[in-house]
């Protein structure tokens, strides 16, 4: 688990706007406002990940993802977002998943979440669904499902 704030996202990208890459793994404190700072001040951003972990979720909501979706020019050459454990993959989120992959056909959208007994993983391409994962673990052994 980090630190990060979003004032601190808030700074970074204000400060490094050629970032391509950036990978935020159990931020649990991040929202929807970092997103939208590094898709505004980061014009390069090419792949971003943001994850919380199986004890405390992130906050990312899906607000940011609308606001890229309404902003063509806003980090057009975002090719990957993966959010995971960020609570639950609620419809506003789903939806604003959805929405974005629609309208940003190249972007490949990755959301899930982890548990130390199961996990999902969904993929999002084109508007559509493209894959699901999921693994649960009991007492006997493990089993996996792809859709």
Excluded at 83 to 94: F, N
Excluded at 141 to 146: A, I, K, Q, S, V
């Amino acid at each position: 688990m980090t630190d990060l704030t979003d004032a601190a996202i808030d700074r970074l990208a204000k400060a490094c706007p050629n970032l391509v890459h950036i990978s935020l793994d159990g931020a649990v404190q991040l929202t929807d406002k970092s997103l939208l700072s590094l898709f505004e001040n980061c014009p390069n951003l090419a792949f971003v990940q943001v994850s919380g972990n199986d004890k405390i979720p992130g906050r990312v909501k899906g607000t940011a993802l609308r606001k890229l979706k309404e902003s063509p020019a806003m980090a057009p050459r975002l090719i990957e977002l993966k959010l995971s454990d960020q609570r639950e993959i609620d419809e506003r989120l789903e939806a604003a998943m959805k929405a974005l992959s629609a309208a940003r056909k190249d972007l490949l959208i990755q959301a899930g979440n982890t548990h130390e007994k199961y996990g999902s993983v969904h993929y999002w391409l084109r508007g559509k669904n493209k894959f699901e994962f999921e693994v649960f673990r009991s007492g006997s052994g493990m089993g996996f499902g792809c859709w």
